[in-house]
């Protein structure tokens, strides 16, 4: 256990320490990622004003509320991606992974977990910013804020267990580009990525309900919201925690089956 821990400390600490090193790179990207979110609130205030001042419940306060916060887990959902699978394996990166005594998995989390402390500092000036712009109204109570810190980071490793797994197509075909793209589609849709899952038709909420996209990121915002009551927040834990086992079950079924069409050619 103690090696364990200093493994995932060591590579969280040089993570820290490389993404400093890309402080400015990282705003860039950051920024760049703020004018999905912004247009979707403008959009939906603008309707809301036109309607009497809420649609669904939500105020032009409340989006912007979702779509501040939406900022931060939308960094916090960032991990590797299938598309860098196909870059993994040509360029020999998983060759010196499968040289090590742990499961390459365990490398690319711990990466990933110690940018996702870099990415929340350089996260809150940019909130504040947007806060001052569009004045956000969020009405947690003290149990959903501590929650939110544990959904925040449950949405992370069930995302990250659920791409790894799709990464693992790449063994099988190079093309597999469509499969992804689909795969992003859908997440997009139901998620409440692009608008709160209460704003969705009534099918959609109940097909959402089964798959695990919002559990990743419109649930950790509602939350911090104020929207969900202990059986809801409860539950939605609980479906981060089924989804990241299912992921895990599945990846180590995938992963012994990948290896065997796995060969590395030196030079």
Same mark, same amino acid.
């Given at each position: 256990?103690?090696?364990?821990?200093?493994?995932?400390?060591?590579?969280?600490?040089?993570?820290?320490?490389?993404?400093?090193?890309?402080?400015?790179?990282?705003?860039?990207?950051?920024?760049?990622?703020?004018?999905?979110?912004?247009?979707?609130?403008?959009?939906?205030?603008?309707?809301?004003?036109?309607?009497?001042?809420?649609?669904?419940?939500?105020?032009?306060?409340?989006?912007?509320?979702?779509?501040?916060?939406?900022?931060?887990?939308?960094?916090?959902?960032?991990?590797?991606?299938?598309?860098?699978?196909?870059?993994?394996?040509?360029?020999?990166?998983?060759?010196?992974?499968?040289?090590?005594?742990?499961?390459?998995?365990?490398?690319?989390?711990?990466?990933?977990?110690?940018?996702?402390?870099?990415?929340?500092?350089?996260?809150?000036?940019?909130?504040?910013?947007?806060?001052?712009?569009?004045?956000?109204?969020?009405?947690?109570?003290?149990?959903?804020?501590?929650?939110?810190?544990?959904?925040?980071?449950?949405?992370?490793?069930?995302?990250?267990?659920?791409?790894?797994?799709?990464?693992?197509?790449?063994?099988?075909?190079?093309?597999?580009?469509?499969?992804?793209?689909?795969? /992003?589609?859908? +997440? =997009? !849709?139901?998620?409440?990525?692009?608008?709160?899952?209460? &704003?969705?038709?009534?099918? #959609? %909420?109940?097909?959402?309900?089964?798959?695990?996209?919002?559990?990743?990121?419109? /649930?950790?915002? +509602? =939350? !911090?919201?104020?929207?969900?009551?202990?059986?809801?927040? &409860?539950?939605?834990?609980? #479906? %981060?925690?089924?989804?990241?086992?299912?992921?895990?079950?599945?990846?180590?079924?995938?992963?012994?089956?990948?290896?065997?069409?796995?060969?590395?050619?030196?030079?």
């Amino acid at each position: 256990m103690r090696a364990w821990i200093d493994f995932y400390l060591t590579h969280m600490r040089l993570a820290i320490i490389e993404q400093n090193q890309y402080r400015v790179a990282n705003y860039f990207y950051m920024i760049g990622m703020i004018a999905e979110p912004v247009i979707y609130l403008v959009v939906w205030s603008a309707v809301a004003n036109a309607q009497g001042g809420s649609v669904g419940g939500y105020t032009p306060q409340e989006f912007a509320g979702y779509y501040i916060v939406w900022t931060l887990v939308r960094n916090m959902n960032i991990v590797l991606t299938p598309y860098a699978w196909e870059q993994y394996i040509q360029r020999g990166f998983l060759s010196i992974q499968l040289l090590k005594p742990m499961h390459p998995m365990h490398n690319d989390l711990a990466y990933f977990s110690g940018w996702k402390f870099v990415a929340i500092v350089m996260w809150l000036p940019i909130a504040l910013i947007l806060g001052l712009i569009f004045h956000p109204e969020l009405h947690p109570t003290w149990w959903q804020a501590i929650a939110f810190f544990f959904a925040l980071w449950g949405g992370f490793f069930l995302r990250f267990m659920l791409l790894w797994l799709l990464g693992l197509i790449t063994f099988w075909t190079t093309r597999v580009s469509a499969i992804f793209e689909l795969y /992003f589609l859908l +997440e =997009l !849709i139901f998620s409440g990525r692009m608008v709160p899952m209460d &704003l969705m038709p009534a099918w #959609m %909420q109940q097909v959402a309900a089964y798959l695990p996209f919002q559990w990743a990121f419109g /649930f950790p915002i +509602e =939350l !911090i919201l104020g929207k969900l009551t202990p059986y809801q927040t &409860l539950y939605g834990l609980g #479906m %981060q925690v089924f989804w990241t086992l299912l992921g895990i079950f599945f990846v180590k079924i995938t992963w012994r089956a990948a290896l065997k069409r796995f060969s590395a050619v030196g030079a």
